[in-house]
């Protein structure tokens, strides 16, 4: 039997700009599924796992930067989404969660797949929503379509995120063969209009005020999309008005023409009287999460007198125990704006910058940071992830879309940092890692989802064993991309556990923490039909790289297997090794 009201909801979708659909099979789920499926603006994949469906949606919504819905049946199918929900609304990344559920009065009741579903994500999404089960009266089709208008809506809001909405349903699932699918062009749509948060000209005055009260003054980049628009107004202000920025290789800030982007190699050496020297009065920061330990603990000592933190979002973390103003608009307008304020009142008042020795302090070590990166002899030890990674970076092609997985890939990724391509348009690469809540699942299928958004560009997906073979299922999909490549680090452990304070001192580092495990990624390959080559040393490494991003029919896995005890001495001695000249 066909529920009108339930195939509308994909006639809202398509008409609202939501035409990709991630589902996972069920029979309480039909009906959506059937509406999505044979709707004709709407693409639609299916993928088993719903852990992994929710991450390959998120990849695609990263990329397409438009909201991507789930559908899944009731009962655990839906918890199963959570870690990727968690990850989606740390990251604002608008996803539509579509549940169905069984009719109220039978939860609790032993029936099968039946669960407490109303409300399930918590506090890591933007809004639940429960649709009626009954749509007898006109009122109820009123209700249910304008909360799947609210929840796109609230997705798509200043500050994406993930919204929930439950859907009971009750049996018969599915048509019968005469009955024939339409969708209803006169569906309630709800617009949004697009607008853009400004600051009026008194608070400006006031931020220009304290702007020009304050000599030392930092810029920190967190997480953030490559945003061309915002690169151009941050390389005015480092250049014009030589403004130190600082972002990690997750900030996409490799195209700034002077990035400080080598800080947790000099930060970590420091002695404490030099660390005060790098401490600014005023910090501004924009984005999200930070990878650097080293620079969140040495703005926690030694506090700025002010922290602006520019960005939309309702909740603003005070990460470094300093923050005295939230800017609440978009970062690229208040750049922007900051620039050409500057610029005005600077041609007005004749004045021009002099030399600035704590942003020269900054350039400085810098440098002397990125010389020691580019020189740090590998072939003096033996051969290590850290290394494989160095050479992966400097051959990267122009222009790939960059998954980083947690533990050790994207620290490592953030001592390397990515050199701006010189004379170039495109970034580089644009970087993407799941550091909303930094786990190691979903980075294989957050990258799949990555590729299958973006056809036409090479998508590189770096990992370590542990996260690979957590979320290998990424791969179990009929939808795998040609131009998805993984860079697999092997060291058969989780070699974080040898490098951090703790474990690595403990009798049972290797049984209990580091976890150590015999598998490599061969028979995944064969299984899910990857291109694989195993690389053990140096040479075989740089006669692989020559090829390995080449365009292919298949994707490839490049699978590099290394010692845990090596990896942790070269890193150990590449922190070590940097001195001030």
């Known amino acids: 039997?066909?529920?009108?009201?339930?195939?509308?909801?994909?006639?809202?979708?398509?008409?609202?700009?939501?035409?990709?659909?991630?589902?996972?099979?069920?029979?309480?789920?039909?009906?959506?599924?059937?509406?999505?499926?044979?709707?004709?603006?709407?693409?639609?994949?299916?993928?088993?796992?719903?852990?992994?469906?929710?991450?390959?949606?998120?990849?695609?919504?990263?990329?397409?930067?438009?909201?991507?819905?789930?559908?899944?049946?009731?009962?655990?199918?839906?918890?199963?989404?959570?870690?990727?929900?968690?990850?989606?609304?740390?990251?604002?990344?608008?996803?539509?969660?579509?549940?169905?559920?069984?009719?109220?009065?039978?939860?609790?009741?032993?029936?099968?797949?039946?669960?407490?579903?109303?409300?399930?994500?918590?506090?890591?999404?933007?809004?639940?929503?429960?649709?009626?089960?009954?749509?007898?009266?006109?009122?109820?089709?009123?209700?249910?379509?304008?909360?799947?208008?609210?929840?796109?809506?609230?997705?798509?809001g200043d500050t994406s995120a993930p919204v929930h909405l439950n859907i009971p349903i009750r049996e018969p699932f599915y048509p019968t063969p005469e009955e024939q699918v339409n969708y209803d062009r006169d569906v309630k749509i709800i617009e949004i209009t697009k607008s853009q948060a400004t600051l009026d000209k008194p608070t400006w005055n006031q931020l220009l005020d304290q702007w020009d009260a304050i000599e030392n003054k930092l810029i920190v980049a967190g997480q953030h999309v490559y945003d061309a628009e915002l690169i151009k107004a941050l390389n005015h202000l480092q250049e014009d008005y030589n403004i130190p920025i600082v972002g990690d290789v997750i900030s996409n800030t490799q195209q700034l023409s002077r990035s400080i982007k080598y800080h947790d190699t000099f930060l970590g050496q420091q002695t404490a009287h030099l660390h005060s020297s790098f401490c600014p009065e005023l910090l501004i920061t924009y984005g999200q999460s930070l990878i650097s330990k080293s620079l969140k603990l040495l703005l926690r000592k030694y506090r700025p007198r002010y922290h602006w933190h520019i960005g939309t979002e309702a909740q603003v973390a005070d990460t470094f125990q300093s923050l005295t103003h939230h800017i609440p608009v978009k970062p690229t307008y208040f750049f922007s704006q900051l620039f050409s304020d500057l610029d005005f009142k600077n041609m007005l008042d004749g004045e021009q910058d002099e030399d600035n020795p704590f942003a020269n302090l900054w350039q400085q070590h810098n440098q002397e940071a990125g010389r020691y990166v580019a020189r740090f002899p590998f072939a003096d030890s033996e051969f290590s992830e850290f290394e494989a990674i160095r050479e992966a970076l400097q051959v990267l092609p122009e222009n790939t879309l960059l998954h980083l997985a947690n533990s050790m890939a994207v620290r490592y990724a953030n001592f390397i940092g990515l050199e701006r391509p010189s004379g170039s348009t495109h970034p580089g690469a644009e970087i993407f890692a799941n550091r909303g809540t930094s786990g190691i699942d979903g980075s294989v299928s957050t990258a799949v989802g990555t590729a299958l958004a973006a056809p036409d560009r090479l998508v590189t997906l770096i990992?370590?064993?542990?996260?690979?073979?957590?979320?290998?299922?990424?791969?179990?999909?009929?939808?795998?991309?040609?131009?998805?490549?993984?860079?697999?680090?092997?060291?058969?452990?989780?070699?974080?556990?040898?490098?951090?304070?703790?474990?690595?001192?403990?009798?049972?580092?290797?049984?209990?923490?580091?976890?150590?495990?015999?598998?490599?990624?061969e028979n995944t390959a064969r299984d899910f039909n990857l291109d694989y080559t195993l690389v053990k040393d140096r040479q075989t490494l740089q006669t692989q790289l020559s090829t390995f991003f080449e365009p292919s029919e298949r994707p490839k896995i490049l699978e590099i297997e290394t010692n845990s005890v090596a990896n942790a001495a070269v890193l150990k001695k590449f922190r070590e090794g940097f001195v001030v000249e």
């Open 1 to 156: 039997m066909i529920i009108q009201p339930l195939l509308n909801i994909a006639e809202i979708c398509a008409r609202k700009g939501l035409t990709q659909v991630v589902l996972s099979p069920g029979s309480r789920c039909a009906h959506l599924v059937l509406a999505f499926v044979r709707h004709p603006q709407i693409k639609t994949y299916t993928i088993t796992d719903e852990r992994s469906a929710a991450f390959v949606a998120m990849g695609l919504a990263q990329q397409s930067k438009s909201p991507v819905a789930l559908v899944c049946t009731s009962g655990s199918a839906a918890l199963n989404y959570a870690p990727a929900i968690a990850e989606a609304y740390y990251q604002q990344v608008p996803l539509v969660v579509m549940t169905a559920d069984r009719p109220p009065e039978w939860i609790d009741q032993l029936d099968g797949q039946t669960i407490r579903q109303q409300n399930i994500y918590g506090r890591h999404i933007k809004a639940s929503f429960q649709l009626p089960v009954d749509f007898s009266h006109q009122d109820a089709v009123w209700h249910s379509e304008r909360q799947v208008n609210e929840a796109i809506n609230l997705a798509v």
């Open 463 to 521: 990992t370590g064993d542990l996260a690979f073979f957590y979320d290998r299922n990424g791969l179990w999909n009929n939808y795998l991309p040609q131009n998805l490549r993984i860079l697999l680090m092997n060291n058969h452990a989780g070699g974080i556990f040898r490098i951090i304070n703790g474990p690595k001192d403990q009798p049972e580092l290797e049984e209990y923490f580091e976890t150590q495990q015999p598998l490599n990624a």
